[in-house]
């Protein structure tokens, strides 16, 4: 029986009632879980900034550049850990089949398993995929978006990283797009962030905003930017490819989502949530 991969959630370290929220449902649950200290704005120096920022089909922010160096950090984990390693941004909701979800994403034998859905339609391989221990691994043609939980392997951790010494991209970009592992979804989804269950009406417990999603200027036409616009038209040729394959072995869907898995377990204590703060208190006091 293989082992369950650990599991490792990114915070920033003002960010207590977040890491509360991952704690706390972790410890519902009976789960262990670790956490990894968020690269922030202030810790990219210019020249680092000048260095990554400029790879991508538009100049990153640096907030996207944050969160990129902080999963970096935790690929370089997995690239080192025979069972991979579970990733998990700390807006992250646990479904009740989450841990179901954990115990058996190794065993799909994917390189890359996404847990969470953030509601947009995604390129599904008809009949593609497996179940392994009750949960459905849909094997995915083309992803988008969602770097909030997620499984790698060590593999595709590997392939991550040789990626990196040269390439950045926002998380999911690169992850989905630019190194294209072998990625699956899990169905019906056993994760959402917060912010996205508060739209649909769940009461969570705390609300949460994000930094990284920032309104971002179209870029003018011009010679610097020429190496901007040729790999957006390379995406965007790439697209077209997968949009083909709906004739025959692709399908363009949201992935499942059962509510009932989270109102299960929705709001997640306040008590609970307050009682991990406090011990937070405890510890810097001592």
């Known amino acids: 029986m293989r082992a369950i991969p650990d599991i490792w959630f990114i915070n920033l370290a003002d960010a207590r009632e977040r890491r509360a929220l991952i704690e ?55 690239a080192a850990s025979e069972d991979g390693l579970i990733v998990l941004e700390d807006d992250t909701v646990f479904g009740t089949h989450f841990p179901r979800a954990v115990a058996n994403a190794a065993a799909s034998n994917f390189d890359l398993v996404n847990f969470e859905t953030v509601g947009r339609r995604k390129f599904f391989r008809k009949r593609g995929g497996t179940t392994v221990g009750g949960v459905r691994f849909t094997e995915l043609v083309r992803e988008k978006s969602g770097a909030g939980a997620y499984f790698v392997s060590r593999n595709g951790a590997r392939a991550l990283l040789a990626k990196a010494e040269t390439q950045a991209a926002p998380v999911d970009a690169f992850m989905f797009g630019v190194c294209r592992l072998r990625t699956a979804q899990v169905e019906p989804a056993a994760t959402m962030q917060v912010h996205l269950l508060e739209e649909r009406g769940f ?7 994000t930094s990284i999603h920032q309104p971002r200027q179209r870029l003018p036409l011009s010679w610097a930017n020429l190496p901007y ?21 692709v399908e363009f869907r949201p992935a499942g989502f059962d509510a009932a898995a989270f109102t299960a377990v929705l ?20």
């Open 203 to 209: 009461d969570v417990g705390l609300s949460t905003q």
């Open 24 to 78: 706390v449902q972790a410890e519902a649950i009976g789960l262990d879980v670790h956490r990894q200290e968020a690269c922030t704005v202030a810790g990219i120096d210019d020249a680092s900034y000048a260095r990554l920022s400029t790879s991508w089909e538009r100049p990153m922010t640096r907030p996207e550049l944050a969160a990129f160096l902080s999963h970096r950090r935790l690929w370089e984990r997995a």
């Open 267 to 286: 709001p997640v204590s306040r008590d609970a949530m307050a009682a991990r703060l406090r011990r937070y208190d405890d510890q810097s006091v001592s």
């Open 229 to 249: 616009t040729g790999r957006r038209i390379g995406t965007q040729l790439r697209l077209a490819l997968v949009q083909a394959r709906r004739l025959a072995d």
